[in-house]
């Protein structure tokens, strides 16, 4: 299976080369992305996460909302670190 990353399209808006794993030290703080999908989640609900990069948001999201992730990722660099998480 052939996989297409998506930072191939960002590649013209963002300048240098882009690190698929720069929200890997990605905190839990209430403005965070993570913090404000937790937010929205009722304890133990049921997320389909599509596109989870290397599942950081994924992995915030399930600690601070207790629910149940599924994700799928199509790039297979990120989808390896995703399942180590």
Do not use: H
């Not at 996989?3 to 965070?32: Q, V, W």
């Not at 404000?36 to 999201?61: E, Q």
């Amino acid at each position: 299976m052939t996989t297409c990353s998506p930072d191939a399209s960002a590649r013209g808006f963002l300048k240098g080369e882009i690190n698929f794993a720069r929200y890997d030290n990605a905190s839990s703080g209430p403005d965070d992305v993570a913090s404000k999908i937790a937010a929205l989640l009722k304890k133990g609900a049921r997320v389909l996460d599509i596109g989870c990069g290397t599942g950081v948001v994924s992995a915030l999201v399930k600690e601070l909302s207790e629910c149940d992730i599924t994700a799928i990722e199509p790039d297979s660099e990120r989808a390896a670190l995703a399942r180590r998480r």
